[in-house]
């Protein structure tokens, strides 16, 4: 593959783009050129209340985030991987492949019920995931000591420690003068807002999967708890050109805990584009 072929990379609700870069350090030593623009919830000014579902994070790809010319290759974790997917399936002429990271793509049953709890009013109420955004911790003093605190955590058992710290760098800006210390860089806010306006939509995933014709890599942790083995079986049998594999010793959080292993994975993907 040229070196001056250009990957995108749509990073994960609450996931910053540096977080990901040994990641795209691996992407880069194998010879592309990796673009990773920061999504709607990172953009200054941005009200999170304004976003009702996800359709424009996949209208930000189409219309900010890819050159007009070309085919592009695109790479998505997680709401990344859902923002890139829904933009192939309305312009597919735009992408040359798409490579998906554990996508939030849930099985049509549970899309349903989801459903039934917005429209109860319930939707910030049954979220697992909300409670925990909007408590999580905004102020940090010494990046040294949240790292001894994370490599604690069970969540982060395989991450190598490089990774860790780049995930600690990426979620913690620093102050401006003359304050000190960092503040959390991606608002427990918006990360709130995307879990609830996720998944809702997805049933127009599901219809138009079976078109798909771009070329298409899914990535899965073997231990995830998002895009589980039976979804998998459910995506290859609507759609068999998907190539689907799964990561040992890998959770959602698989291009960060993994990245030389998903760097990869990709350029193999990718190189087979072109022979």
Not at 171 to 198: D, H, K, M, V
Request: proline share 10%; aromatic share 12%; charged share 15%.
């Amino acid at each position: 593959m040229p070196s001056q072929t250009t990957l995108t990379f749509l990073h994960a609700n609450g996931y910053p783009p540096t977080c990901y870069q040994p990641l795209l350090t691996h992407l880069q030593q194998a010879g592309y050129s990796v673009h990773a623009p920061a999504q709607r919830p990172l953009w200054q000014g941005e009200d999170p209340q304004t976003l009702q579902d996800w359709q424009p994070l996949s209208r930000d790809l189409l219309e900010k985030h890819l050159p007009a010319a070309g085919e592009h290759i695109v790479i998505g974790h997680s709401v990344g991987a859902i923002a890139a997917l829904r933009a192939a399936l309305w312009q597919p002429q735009r992408f040359r492949a798409l490579v998906l990271l554990d996508p939030v793509l849930f099985p049509p049953g549970f899309i349903l019920f989801w459903n039934f709890m917005r429209l109860l009013g319930l939707g910030y109420r049954v979220h697992p995931l909300i409670p925990g955004a909007l408590q999580r911790r905004r102020h940090f003093d010494d990046l040294e000591r949240i790292f001894r605190a994370y490599r604690r955590k069970k969540v982060f058992q395989y991450f190598e420690d490089a990774s860790l710290r780049a995930y600690i760098q990426g979620i913690a800006c620093p102050n401006p003068p003359p304050q000190t210390g960092y503040t959390l860089c991606y608002s427990p806010e918006w990360e709130a807002r995307i879990y609830f306006t996720g998944v809702w939509r997805d049933l127009e995933l599901w219809w138009n999967l079976p078109r798909l014709r771009v070329p298409t890599l899914l990535l899965r942790g073997a231990e995830t708890d998002t895009f589980l083995a039976p979804t998998a079986t459910l995506v290859h049998w609507r759609n068999p050109h998907i190539r689907i594999q799964t990561l040992p010793q890998t959770t959602h959080l698989l291009p960060l805990e993994q990245p030389a292993q998903v760097a990869q994975a990709i350029a193999r993907f990718a190189g087979d584009l072109i022979q």
